[in-house]
């Protein structure tokens, strides 16, 4: 009996593009529902709104790109605990928010730390999707710019977000600066804020450091793949351009077709014929990692 699974048909891969899988469905329901209550009364509307415009900027952009990045499982998850805990944070006011009030309370803090945990949530949730989307589309493979690129990008992006809210503030409420964007009288507030998002994007770029290390270590095996990092499967969008590659060269012409397959950290051209000599129409499916490929007919 054969383990190796069967490919889909290209009836089932439309359908898989069209639906979103029950994880991805039931995550949008939960960030909605508590996107919606939190609308309601928040502690500061002007500061809640402030807070959401980039944020529905950043729910926009995943819903029109859905089809096209098709993130794994993991990253789906990493993305909307981040939303959830922006979403409460902007309710509440990160200044405010009851459980650091309560924390700096009953740790005798000199002050409410929830906007660090955002911040580091923010670079240790981010990066995971940010390095998955490297791998899979630029010319980054497996290596140390693997890990290190995301871990800029995250930095790159923490210091926009903090010069933006900083000009923000001035147009909102000129003269106040600090006192309006919570800063609890921390003057190095922004500085913070960055490095604490810096510190996250190491530390889960440590994890995914030791789960890569593991898979050279046969016994350490289920480790990694009890956490899929997103390179090992390829999206339902990926399998469906291959289907019409497939296609195209069926139709023009019986030579083979040249691609790039990525075997562990090695990139070998392999030569697929159109059709196998069993005659499926997905012959070159098993052969064909998830992390990156080319195509020359």
């Known amino acids: 009996m054969s383990l190796r699974p069967r490919a889909p048909n290209g009836r089932q891969l439309t359908r898989t593009l069209k639906q979103p899988s029950k994880l991805i469905a039931g995550l949008v329901a939960v960030c909605a529902a508590v996107w919606i209550i939190a609308a309601i009364h928040p502690l500061d509307r002007q500061a809640w709104v402030l807070e959401n415009i980039l944020l529905v900027v950043f729910a926009g952009g995943l819903a029109l ?31 405010k928010m009851p459980l650091g009030i309560w924390a700096r309370d009953f740790f005798h ?5 929830y906007d660090r945990f955002a911040h580091g949530a923010f670079g240790f949730l981010l990066v995971f999707p940010i390095r998955e989307l490297l791998l899979r589309f630029s010319g980054i493979r497996r ?72 898979e050279a270590r046969p016994h350490l095996h289920p480790l990694p793949l009890s956490l899929p990092l997103g390179e090992t499967h390829a999206p339902a969008a990926v399998r469906a351009e291959e289907l019409v590659w497939e ?24 030569q697929l014929p159109v059709t196998s000599p069993s005659g499926s129409r997905w012959p070159f499916i098993r052969s064909i990692a998830a992390i990156g490929y080319s195509k020359t007919f």
Not at 76 to 89: D, E, K
Not at 144 to 171: H, T
Not at 200 to 213: H, Q, R
Not at 258 to 269: D, F, Q, T, V
């Open 143 to 214: 290596g140390a710019w693997s890990f290190a690129l995301p871990v800029a990008i995250v930095l790159a992006v923490s210091g926009c977000f903090e010069i933006i809210e900083s000009i923000v503030a001035e147009i909102v409420a000129p003269g106040k600066g600090v006192q309006w964007l919570g800063g609890q009288g921390d003057e190095w507030d922004a500085q913070n804020d960055v490095v604490s998002a810096l510190v996250g994007s190491l530390l889960m770029m440590g994890v995914v450091a030791m789960l890569k290390c593991t």
């Open 109 to 113: 803090l000199s002050r409410n730390h």
């Open 247 to 270: 296609r195209r060269a069926r139709s023009a012409t019986n030579s083979p077709i040249r691609m790039h397959a990525i075997s562990g950290s090695i990139s070998c051209p392999l």
């Open 65 to 95: 790109t859905y089809r096209r990045l098709q993130f794994s499982n993991t990253s789906s998850v990493s993305l909307a605990a981040f939303v959830i805990l922006h979403t409460i944070g902007a309710h509440y006011t990160y200044e």
